[in-house]
């Protein structure tokens, strides 16, 4: 190898600080990714070939270093070492380390791996953080790593939840962390607050490039207040867990930032995504919208929500017909999920209690009726317009995503799910939802302004069924040139068939005369 490295090596050995497991000497070269800090970098891991990141010239002024690595579906590994330790290494989409600096340490080094057969593309940063801010994950009790800045996130058809450990104080290079549990006060890591944060990609936008590039909008805490929306705010109080509804098919974003309001610092925890769906199941997948059953199912509600829409209150049976398959539709879709094991895949905290929740639902759906209850023509067209047209949205929903199929889902994962009262229901409203929402408005007023003008002059209602039938019965008796006036009575007529049927099994007679002639 020659006598040049092995000097280089020498000198570099005796600068301080240098000699440690956490750091690499060496240029950049193949399997070596040099980064900078607060810098992004594309790269690509293959299974064969880990690579190694690199970080030089770290200021004196840094304490803590928060090195992050994403990807869209596909796992990747990060360490501090070759060795995968369970308490210095994670693996998944969305993972970090904290490296805590030590005096006069200006490198840190970190392994990057995957496991998959295919290439994964990531994208990587390391940001920087001082003594003053608060250090995310510093008091982890719960996960594998001994400071966790990582968010971890579980889905399922209802919710979304995503969970965090507590952290800690910031403190200088080379002294002790201060203590996680033994006091309570001001001094301590309780007086500590965390901003959950909600960031919703593009609508319909599966690629790999919008997800990286969206974010690196979540990873720093200045883009994150500027760029997302601040859900909630927890206080080391309230435990670090925080539930949304599922939007499956939707790219969503979220981050947790945790602030010190003594010192007024900050420091953001590694972002996390999801699709609330698989991007390698074959059935089901984030790239299906749904069955062909359900595609069939919703584009023939949608024509008879049309026809509803238009048409509805004239064609009194078949609107009777429509609401009523809607309302026995939504009650036994929640007594057989609820009941049976099959299973289908306002944030106000007033309404987390289901006893309000319900109680004010109803009386929102009562109130409208009793408001109308002196035209109830005119309720039952805007009955017609609404929901006929919501139908169409439905049907859209099937084939396009949009959010405004949320307001009867929302209301049926509440029903059908006991935990779902504590998830925010935050939706995205995007460039597909105004679309829809035109539609949605201008199919309702077009079909309730049909409507009116037709029935203007009209009688309200048609009549009852059987004020039908019993008018038509007096007509018969009254009027004896009706032909149906000669109708035997119903009980005369059963009488008659049932002579028929008799005679059909009676056996026949013999022809011919039984008594001589009388002379």
């Not at 990141?53 to 994403?70: E, G, K, Y």
């Not at 840190?108 to 994950?137: F, M």
């Not at 403190?171 to 002790?176: F, H």
């Not at 610092?265 to 749904?290: D, I, K, M, R, W």
Request: hydrophobic share 45%; net charge neutral.
């Amino acid at each position: 190898m020659g006598l040049l490295p092995l000097l280089v090596l020498a000198v570099l050995a005796l600068e301080p600080g240098a000699a440690s497991g956490a750091e690499t000497v060496g240029n950049s070269s193949e399997g070596l990714l040099e980064f900078s800090v607060g810098k992004f970098r594309y790269f690509k891991l293959n299974r064969p070939f880990p690579e190694e990141a690199i970080l030089r010239h770290i200021s004196s002024n840094v304490t803590f270093l928060i090195f992050q690595l994403h990807s869209q579906y596909q796992n990747t590994t990060i360490s501090f070492s070759e060795m995968l330790l369970p308490n210095a290494s994670g693996t998944g989409t969305d993972k970090g380390l904290v490296f805590i600096l030590r005096p006069e340490q200006s490198m840190c080094t970190w392994h990057l791996e995957t496991l998959d057969s295919k290439p994964v593309q990531n994208v990587a940063i390391p940001l920087s953080y001082s003594e003053r801010d608060p250090v995310p994950g510093g008091c982890n009790l719960e996960f594998d790593l001994d400071i966790d800045p990582n968010i971890y996130l579980q889905y399922n058809f209802f919710e979304t939840t995503i969970k965090f450990a507590p952290a800690n104080l910031g403190y200088a290079r080379g002294t002790a962390p201060p203590p996680c549990d033994i006091e309570t006060g001001q001094d301590s890591r309780w007086r500590l607050q965390y901003d959950v944060y909600q960031y919703f990609m593009p609508e319909n936008d599966l690629t790999e490039e919008a997800l990286l590039r969206h974010l690196q909008r979540m990873a720093e805490v200045p883009q994150v207040k500027a760029n997302a929306v601040k859900v909630v705010t927890l206080t080391a109080d309230d435990k670090t867990i925080v539930s949304f509804s599922s939007l499956w098919g939707q790219g969503v974003i979220y981050n947790v930032i945790v602030r010190d309001p003594f010192l007024n610092t900050s420091a953001a925890y590694v972002p996390v995504h999801t699709y609330a769906c698989s991007f390698e199941a074959e059935e089901g997948n984030c790239f299906s919208l749904g069955r062909v059953s359900t595609k069939v199912f919703f584009t023939l509600f949608a024509l008879l929500g049309l026809f509803i829409c238009f048409f509805g209150h004239r064609f009194w049976k078949t609107e009777l017909f429509f609401i009523g398959f809607i309302l026995m539709g939504f009650f036994f879709y929640i007594l057989i999920t609820r009941l049976t094991p099959i299973k289908y895949d306002g944030n106000l905290k007033i309404f987390r209690d289901d006893a309000v929740f319900w109680v004010t639902f109803s009386c929102i759906a009562v109130l409208i009726p009793v408001v109308f209850m002196g035209c109830l023509r005119i309720l039952n067209i805007l009955t017609c317009g609404f929901i006929g047209s919501y139908s169409v949205v439905l049907a859209i929903d099937s084939y396009l995503y949009t959010s405004l199929s949320y307001i009867t889902l929302n209301v049926l994962k509440r029903a059908l799910h006991v935990d779902f009262r504590r998830a925010f229901v935050n939706v995205p409203f995007q460039t597909n939802d105004f679309i829809v929402l035109a539609a949605w408005g201008m199919l309702a007023v077009s079909g309730i302004t049909l409507q009116i003008r037709r029935e203007r002059g009209q009688p309200f209602f048609p009549p009852h069924p059987y004020m039908l039938w019993k008018r038509e019965r007096e007509r018969r008796v009254t009027n004896i040139l009706d032909p149906s006036y000669h109708i035997p009575p119903l009980r005369e007529r059963l009488y008659g068939q049932l002579a028929q049927i008799k005679a059909l099994f009676q056996k026949e007679q013999p022809a011919g005369e039984r008594t001589p002639l009388l002379l």
